[in-house]
């Protein structure tokens, strides 16, 4: 009934780009709030980049001024536009969604979303 699914994995070379798709269903925009989470080696998972019930985009310390999350406007599509790649960027991207209002500053806390999608693999190696 809620799905999300991503698109636009893929091998880079650092310092290359890459957007990210998320096609969500079911969902409610107006009760919304998103999420962008990573999965490294290593690492564990981490929320990289959340957008409120009103589009506002926060970011995590690690991806901020180098990654750009939006979700257009009444539609039910979300990117992550990722400049400037790193080797440590590389791992799986999830899309993530909670069924709340939420206006501004979401929280970058796993714990506040219920809803994943199945993810996309980015390598960024050269």
């Known amino acids: 009934q809620f799905q999300l699914v991503e698109s636009g994995g893929g091998s880079v070379q650092p310092g290359g780009s890459l957007r990210l798709s998320c096609v969500a269903s079911?969902?409610?925009?107006?009760?919304?709030?998103w999420g962008w989470l990573r999965q490294s080696p290593g690492k564990g998972q981490e929320v990289i980049a959340t957008?409120?019930?009103?589009?506002?985009?926060t970011y995590a310390d690690s991806v901020r001024g180098r990654f750009a999350a939006s979700q257009i406007n009444g539609k039910n599509t979300l990117y992550l536009e990722m400049d400037n790649l790193k080797p440590e960027d590389s791992g799986m991207y999830y899309c993530?969604?909670?069924?709340?209002?939420?206006?501004?500053?979401?929280?970058?806390?796993?714990?506040?979303?219920?809803?994943w999608g199945p993810g996309t693999q980015v390598t960024v190696s050269s």
């Open positions: 993530a969604a909670d069924r709340r209002l939420w206006l501004e500053g979401v929280p970058l806390d796993i714990r506040e979303f219920k809803f």
């Open positions: 079911g969902f409610d925009l107006r009760r919304t709030f």
């Open positions: 957008i409120s019930t009103d589009g506002y985009p």
